[in-house]
C-alpha cells in the first residue's frame, strides 16, 4: 500500500518547498507535485519534517535497585507523540560486566520499542576484555562509546582509562561521548556540603558548579584531540563548557555539543521550591543553570557551535525521587523530556525567532543523524530515505500537562508551559504511528538501527593523523671521545 502526504509544505535542514511525499512500503519514493497514493494524509498548512532523533536516553535504566520508569514501551510512545521517531538509549553494563552480554540484556529490553532505536555503549569499566569487546559492540552497528567523568565510585572513568578508550574508539571508527563534569570535585563537594548540613535538593545544583562540567569539557577534547578521535559531549548545560566546544571547534578540532530541552528553559530557580518533591523531580546532572548559561546555548544552536538538541530522558518517579529524602546525593538523577522536546524547542526557538524552521530541523534530526553516520537513511526526506516524518501544525496549541502525557512518570518538569506549534501525525517507516493525541504504533513495532563505523568524520581525522604522525628523525652517528 502506497501513502501520499498531500498539500503540505516540506521543511528540511537546507529547504523549505511545496511538494507531496509518496511513501511505498517503508521508504520515500517520490517527492514532486500531483502525487497520487492509495492512502492520502492530508498536510494542508502544516508542515512536513524529517522525524526527529533523541540520541540521549535512557530508559528502564537499572539505578539503586530498581529501575527508569519508562520502559521502551511508554518512552518510545511518548517520543512518537512528540514527533521523535528514533530514540538512541545507552547500554550500561555493571562492573566487570561482559559488553556483550550487556548489549543482549538492553535488545531484550528494547523488544517493546514501538519506534526505532539504537545504543550507545557505556564504558563503565576497563581491562583487556573491555579492549578486546570494543570492536565486537562496533561490529553489531553501534559506533559510540559512553564515558562518564562524574559518578566516582559508580560509572566514573579516570584520565588513563579514558585516554585508552579513546585510542581504541580512533582504531576501530568510532566515536566517543563524555558526560563531562569533574566528579573528584563534585564528591569533594558533595561530601561537605551534607557535613555542613545541606542535604535538601538544592544542594545538588550547589555541589555541581559550572566549572566542573568547564574543566572537564576541555580535559576531554585535549585527550580526544591527542587521540586522534572525534567527539561528542552530552547535555552541555554551561557557557564554560561550550566556550570550551566553541574554541575547539574555531582551531579545527572535531568536537560536537548537545544542550538538553531542560537546559534551554528551566533555570536554577527551579532548586529555590519549598516543596521538597518539586525540587528533587528536578535533580538531573548537570542541574538547570541561570539565564545567562541558557543564553549562552541558545546562541550556540544559532551559530552552529552546538548541533544537536536531546533529553536526556531518564524519568523517575516521585516515590523514586524521595529515595533521597535526607541525603541528596541519593536522589535519582534525571527527568522527562521526550514527549515535549520538539513542541518546546518550536515554541521557545522557531516561535521567538532564536531558530529558523531549517535550523529546527537540525538541531533535532539532521544533524545527529549525520554524526552517528546514519543519514540519509534517517534525518532526510529524500527518495530512497526511511519514510519517518512528521506532519508539523505551527498553529495547534496545548499547555503540557501530566495527566494527558504518554510518560509513566506521575509529573512533568515542564507543567503549564503553553506550546504553539505541534506533530498530527507521525509516520515511522512508512506507518501512521501517531495522529492527533492517538498512538497507533504497537509494542515491538521499533528497529534497532545499525550505524556503521568508520564515518565520514573518522575517516578524515584517520586520514590527517597519518599525514601529521611523528616522525622517527634518522641522525648520523657522531663518534664521542672522551667524557
Known amino acids: 500500500m502506497t501513502i501520499v502526504i498531500k498539500g503540505g509544505t516540506i521543511v528540511t535542514a537546507d529547504l523549505t518547498y511545496k511538494a507531496d511525499v509518496l511513501i511505498d512500503g517503508e521508504k520515500i519514493a517520490a517527492i514532486g507535485p500531483d502525487l497520487s497514493g492509495d492512502e492520502i494524509v492530508d498536510a494542508s498548512g502544516a508542515y512536513v ?40 538509549d545507552h547500554c550500561t553494563p555493571a562492573p566487570n560486566q561482559s559488553l556483550v552480554e550487556a548489549l543482549q540484556q538492553w535488545f531484550q529490553r528494547a523488544g517493546k520499542a514501538r519506534g526505532d532505536y539504537s545504543f550507545h555503549m557505556a564504558i563503565t569499566w576497563w581491562d583487556k576484555q573491555v579492549f578486546d569487546e ?6 553489531r552497528g553501534i559506533n559510540t562509546f559512553k564515558h562518564f567523568m562524574a559518578y566516582k565510585g559508580s560509572l566514573m572513568v579516570n584520565d588513563d ?3 585508552a578508550s579513546f585510542s581504541r574508539c580512533a582504531e576501530i571508527g568510532a566515536m566517543p561521548f563524555v558526560h563531562a563534569e569533574n566528579g573528584d ?35 576531554a577534547i585535549m585527550i580526544a584531540d591527542q587521540m ?10 554551561s557557557e564554560q563548557a561550550h566556550e570550551a566546544i566553541r574554541r575547539a571547534r574555531q582551531k579545527g578540532i572535531r568536537v560536537f555539543g548537545e544542550p538538553l530541552i531542560q537546559h534551554l528553559v528551566l533555570d536554577e530557580s527551579e532548586y529555590q521550591n519549598p516543596d521538597w518533591d518539586y525540587s528533587a523531580r528536578r535533580v538531573m546532572s548537570p542541574p538547570f543553570r541561570n539565564k545567562l548559561h541558557q ?49 518546546i524547542l518550536w515554541t521557545r526557538g522557531v516561535g521567538t525567532g532564536r531558530l529558523t524552521m531549517n535550523e529546527f530541523v537540525a538541531v533535532t534530526s539532521t544533524n545527529i543523524a549525520k554524526i552517528l553516520n546514519i543519514y540519509p537513511r534517517k534525518g532526510a526526506i529524500l527518495v530512497g ?37 505541534l506533530p498530527v501525525v507521525t509516520l515511522s517507516r512508512g506507518k501512521v504511528a501517531y495522529r492527533e493525541g492517538d498512538v497507533r504504533a504497537e509494542c515491538g513495532d521499533g528497529r534497532f538501527v545499525e550505524r556503521p563505523p568508520h564515518g ?28
Open 49 to 88: 519534517m524529517p522525524g526527529g532523533i533523541d540520541p540521549h536516553t535512557h530508559l528502564e535504566m537499572p539505578f539503586m535497585g530498581t529501575f527508569s520508569s519508562d520502559d521502551f514501551d511508554s518512552g518510545t510512545a511518548a517520543a512518537l507523540s512528540g514527533g521523535t521517531t528514533m530514540v538512541v
Open 134 to 139: 570494543m570492536p565486537k559492540v562496533a561490529e
Open 161 to 163: 582509562e579514558m585516554s
Open 185 to 219: 570535585v563534585v564528591a569533594f563537594m558533595q561530601q561537605r556540603l551534607l557535613a555542613e548540613g545541606n542535604t535538601g535538593p538544592e544542594a545538588h545544583s550547589y555541589s555541581r558548579p559550572a566549572e566542573v562540567e568547564g574543566e572537564a569539557t576541555n580535559r
Open 228 to 237: 586522534g578521535v572525534p567527539l561528542y559531549v552530552v547535555h552541555v548545560s
Open 295 to 343: 543564553d549562552s546555548l541558545w546562541a550556540g544552536l544559532a551559530a552552529g557551535s552546538l548541533q544537536v538538541v536531546a533529553t536526556d530522558h531518564c524519568a523517575f518517579t516521585t516515590d523514586q525521587k524521595r529515595m533521597g529524602m535526607g541525603d541528596f546525593t541519593k536522589i535519582p538523577n534525571g527527568t522527562g523530556g521526550l514527549e515535549d522536546r520538539m513542541p
Open 385 to 421: 530515505a526511511d519514510a519517518d516524518l512528521v506532519v508539523w501544525d505551527p498553529a495547534a496549541t496545548k499547555t503540557i500537562s501530566a495527566k494527558t502525557q504518554k510518560s509513566a512518570i506521575d509529573y512533568n518538569v515542564f507543567e503549564g508551559i503553553e506550546v504553539t506549534g
Open 456 to 483: 565520514p568524520v573518522n575517516k578524515a581525522l584517520s586520514t590527517w593523523k597519518e599525514l601529521t604522525a611523528p616522525r622517527k628523525v634518522e641522525r648520523s652517528g657522531i663518534p664521542m671521545s672522551g667524557v
